[in-house]
């Protein structure tokens, strides 16, 4: 793109206009050949989308060149640089360019002087509709809605969900990743309950799984329970450590609090003030003391570390008498995990076999790799060697080195913290890899007969490519849901590659949105670039009036611990780019509502999009 700057600043006032004229011009034809040449494209598109569509081939075609030597000659001259263009391409490089013609006392063309079909008023207008129709109406005071996500206690308790409603939800979101159509029924019932009782309009959006890549189960440890007081740096107890002796046959899930399953007699006549004694599993005399008895089972405690195994002998006793004598019933297995540092060699098996850790021989040398298995056969098929894998959320890096048929062998590149922990059903990342992959799974195709019923809209998991729109298109088509909004999850750096034409094929079943899924997006592209994508997704929807949704880890901290970090308010604060923001659950989660709508209350007077809005500051009349 030519410019003043690179023909020298010594040009006379007319060729400068002239020379920025024709950069705009150059524009302007370019994406008018571009539309010519997109007719297939307009005609397959819904009616409502078409204008819209118009304007994303117009905004693809001007962003295929590099503008911004042209924008800063604009801007001294004290134009409009055209970075505000988004939602109305045509209609920005039209004004423009009257203004440089008028300039240069030239006649101004009849094609530059008619209006477009999108004009600065109708582009931001389209959007704003769009966005209702999926989103809901804009609440009072803001235009950026709120979605939340459930958690599964929400089922048995339809207060936290009025108080959600009450407190400013537009959209309740439901994801089928978890819990089961039982409990997505409790909760639908509560919010329509809700919404009868206060009179609010609340929407539901369920998210379907997809095909998330995950490692296999690891290979069990032994089966025991460490009892372990607490100590100081002094090696001095401050705190016992508590155990509860019960009936059942599995353990609780408290960590501070376990609890062991032993034989039924020995408890019918434990009474506090007892203890029980027991040879622990390396050879020690330990002793629990009995605090508390309730039917079925007792609370102990002890100052000393212990491991109890399966099968391990109890005794009880009242002072020195002898009560009883019991055992220790079945113990899960602990959970273990694969330690990895950079250079290891880790592989990634197809099936379910449990993974464990490298095998070494007696002089310290790997007689076999650790491994891992991945359930899903498309893996295997698409990747090469050469092409990144990340584990965990990025925490594990490594480089394929090797692929056979069913086995991936892995160079680990980088750990979090020296050595890291690789444990079952954590996240696998191939962000280089074309994997032929759908993202309609079984399971989702099965919970798509419930959302049909009950949903205003879907998102849509780890789409990729056009045809995993007409896949979703065609199950909606046969459940007659045709009518449910679609919400396209953009989480993976192809989709991202994609998104222009993610774009075009769902333009043809309004309405539509967008939720930037910045977890795993931000694990695929690097965290480096993460801001950078997700200004280029809002740059692209709003050319096409498609509404997006910011979602993922916002106000974390809050909704988590009750406190937010600085970092996370301004995050949410940028969210007011978006026609919504997304919230996880937590137990601060009505706390966390209310922060979000106060700050998209407050950044909404002075930002629109990428508009500053130079509402009266209070802080400049100070000074004088």
């Given at each position: 793109?030519?410019?003043?700057?690179?023909?020298?600043n010594?040009?006379?006032?007319?060729?400068?206009?002239?020379?920025?004229?024709?950069?705009?011009?150059?524009?302007?034809?370019?994406?008018?050949?571009?539309?010519?040449?997109?007719?297939?494209?307009?005609d397959?598109?819904?009616?409502?989308?078409?204008?819209?569509?118009?304007?994303?081939?117009?905004?693809?075609?001007?962003?295929?060149?590099?503008?911004?030597?042209?924008?800063?000659?604009?801007?001294?001259?004290?134009?409009?640089?055209?970075?505000?263009?988004?939602?109305?391409?045509?209609?920005?490089?039209?004004?423009?360019?009257?203004?440089?013609?008028?300039?240069?006392?030239?006649?101004?063309?009849?094609?530059?002087?008619?209006?477009?079909?999108?004009t600065?008023?109708?582009?931001?207008?389209?959007?704003?509709?769009?966005?209702?129709?999926?989103?809901?109406?804009?609440?009072?005071?803001?235009?950026?809605?709120?979605?939340v996500?459930m958690?599964?206690?929400?089922?048995?308790?339809?207060?936290?969900?009025?108080?959600?409603?009450?407190?400013?939800?537009?959209?309740?979101?439901?994801?089928?990743?978890?819990?089961?159509?039982?409990?997505?029924?409790?909760?639908?019932?509560?919010?329509?309950h809700a919404?009868?009782?206060?009179g609010?309009?609340?929407?539901?959006?369920?998210?379907l799984?997809?095909?998330?890549?995950?490692?296999?189960?690891?290979?069990?440890?032994?089966?025991?329970?460490?009892?372990?007081?607490?100590?100081?740096?002094?090696?001095?107890?401050?705190?016992?450590?508590?155990?509860?002796?019960?009936?059942?046959?599995?353990?609780?899930?408290n960590?501070?609090?376990?609890?062991?399953?032993?034989?039924?007699?020995?408890?019918?006549?434990?009474?506090?003030?007892?203890?029980?004694?027991?040879?622990?599993?390396?050879?020690?005399?330990?002793?629990?003391?009995?605090?508390?008895?309730?039917?079925?089972?007792?609370?102990?405690?002890?100052?000393?570390?212990?491991?109890?195994?399966?099968?391990?002998?109890?005794?009880?006793?009242?002072?020195?008498?002898?009560?009883?004598?019991?055992?220790?019933?079945?113990?899960?297995?602990?959970?273990?995990?694969?330690?990895?540092?950079?250079?290891?060699?880790?592989?990634?098996?197809?099936?379910?076999?449990?993974?464990?850790?490298?095998?070494?021989?007696?002089?310290?040398?790997?007689?076999?790799?650790?491994?891992?298995?991945?359930?899903?056969?498309?893996?295997?098929?698409?990747?090469?060697?050469?092409?990144?894998i990340?584990?965990?959320d990025?925490?594990?890096?490594?480089?394929?080195?090797?692929?056979?048929?069913?086995?991936?062998?892995?160079?680990?590149?980088?750990?979090?913290?020296?050595?890291?922990?690789?444990?079952?059903?954590?996240?696998?990342?191939?962000?280089?890899?074309?994997?032929?992959?759908?993202?309609?799974?079984?399971?989702?195709?099965?919970?798509?007969?419930?959302?049909?019923?009950?949903?205003?809209?879907?998102?849509?998991?780890?789409?990729?490519?056009?045809?995993?729109?007409?896949?979703?298109?065609?199950?909606?088509?046969?459940?007659?849901?045709?009518?449910?909004?679609?919400?396209?999850?953009?989480?993976?750096?192809?989709?991202?590659?994609?998104?222009?034409?993610?774009?075009?094929?769902?333009?043809?079943?309004?309405?539509?949105a967008?939720?930037?899924?910045?977890?795993?997006?931000?694990v695929?592209?690097?965290?480096?670039?993460?801001?950078?994508?997700q200004?280029?997704?809002?740059?692209?929807?709003?050319?096409?009036?498609?509404?997006?949704?910011?979602?993922?880890?916002?106000?974390?901290?809050?909704?988590?611990?009750?406190?937010?970090?600085?970092?996370?308010?301004?995050?949410?604060?940028?969210?007011?780019?978006?026609?919504?923001?997304?919230?996880?659950?937590?137990?601060?989660?009505?706390?966390t509502?209310?922060?979000?709508?106060?700050?998209?209350?407050?950044?909404?007077?002075?930002?629109?999009?990428?508009?500053?809005?130079?509402?009266?500051?209070?802080?400049?009349g100070?000074?004088?």
């Amino acid at each position: 793109m030519n410019s003043t700057q690179e023909t020298g600043n010594d040009v006379s006032w007319e060729t400068r206009l002239a020379q920025v004229k024709d950069g705009v011009e150059e524009l302007r034809l370019a994406a008018l050949a571009a539309e010519h040449g997109s007719c297939a494209a307009f005609d397959l598109a819904a009616a409502s989308m078409r204008a819209s569509t118009v304007n994303l081939v117009h905004y693809l075609a001007v962003r295929r060149h590099d503008v911004r030597a042209l924008q800063d000659d604009l801007a001294r001259l004290g134009l409009s640089s055209l970075g505000r263009m988004e939602s109305r391409v045509m209609a920005s490089l039209q004004a423009v360019l009257r203004v440089l013609y008028t300039l240069l006392a030239q006649p101004v063309p009849t094609d530059v002087i008619e209006d477009p079909s999108i004009t600065f008023d109708s582009g931001p207008a389209l959007l704003e509709a769009h966005a209702e129709a999926i989103l809901g109406a804009g609440p009072q005071g803001r235009r950026t809605r709120i979605m939340v996500t459930m958690p599964g206690e929400a089922a048995d308790d339809p207060d936290l969900i009025r108080r959600l409603v009450e407190a400013g939800m537009g959209i309740m979101r439901i994801n089928c990743a978890h819990d089961s159509p039982a409990i997505w029924q409790r909760m639908v019932e509560h919010l329509r309950h809700a919404e009868r009782e206060l009179g609010e309009r609340c929407l539901i959006s369920f998210d379907l799984a997809g095909p998330k890549l995950r490692t296999g189960p690891i290979a069990p440890g032994p089966a025991v329970v460490k009892l372990r007081p607490g100590r100081n740096a002094l090696g001095q107890v401050t705190r016992l450590a508590r155990v509860r002796l019960t009936v059942d046959d599995i353990t609780g899930c408290n960590v501070d609090v376990p609890s062991i399953p032993v034989e039924a007699s020995l408890l019918s006549h434990a009474k506090p003030g007892d203890s029980v004694a027991f040879v622990d599993a390396r050879g020690r005399e330990r002793v629990l003391a009995v605090i508390e008895v309730r039917p079925g089972e007792c609370l102990c405690e002890t100052d000393r570390s212990a491991y109890v195994i399966p099968g391990l002998r109890l005794v009880l006793r009242r002072g020195q008498s002898l009560i009883v004598k019991g055992k220790v019933g079945a113990l899960p297995a602990v959970e273990q995990w694969i330690s990895l540092r950079v250079g290891d060699v880790l592989e990634v098996v197809r099936g379910e076999a449990p993974g464990r850790d490298a095998i070494y021989d007696d002089e310290g040398r790997v007689a076999q790799p650790a491994f891992v298995s991945c359930a899903l056969a498309e893996v295997f098929g698409g990747v090469r060697i050469g092409e990144p894998i990340l584990f965990d959320d990025g925490k594990i890096q490594g480089v394929i080195r090797d692929v056979v048929e069913d086995r991936l062998r892995v160079e680990i590149t980088g750990t979090a913290g020296g050595t890291a922990k690789l444990r079952s059903g954590k996240g696998i990342n191939l962000p280089e890899s074309d994997l032929a992959l759908p993202a309609l799974t079984p399971k989702d195709i099965e919970d798509l007969a419930f959302v049909a019923q009950h949903a205003d809209a879907v998102a849509m998991s780890f789409v990729q490519r056009a045809k995993d729109i007409d896949d979703l298109l065609h199950e909606l088509a046969r459940l007659d849901a045709s009518h449910l909004g679609i919400i396209l999850k953009i989480e993976t750096k192809t989709a991202f590659s994609r998104l222009p034409e993610l774009l075009l094929s769902a333009m043809r079943h309004p309405p539509i949105a967008v939720m930037i899924a910045r977890g795993d997006l931000g694990v695929e592209v690097g965290f480096e670039r993460l801001s950078e994508v997700q200004e280029e997704i809002l740059w692209l929807c709003e050319a096409a009036h498609v509404p997006v949704i910011w979602a993922t880890q916002v106000l974390e901290s809050l909704a988590k611990g009750g406190m937010p970090s600085r970092a996370e308010v301004s995050d949410a604060a940028m969210g007011s780019r978006a026609e919504c923001v997304m919230l996880n659950k937590g137990p601060y989660i009505l706390e966390t509502l209310a922060f979000l709508r106060d700050v998209l209350v407050r950044i909404e007077e002075h930002q629109h999009k990428k508009t500053a809005r130079l509402r009266k500051l209070r802080v400049a009349g100070i000074v004088g």
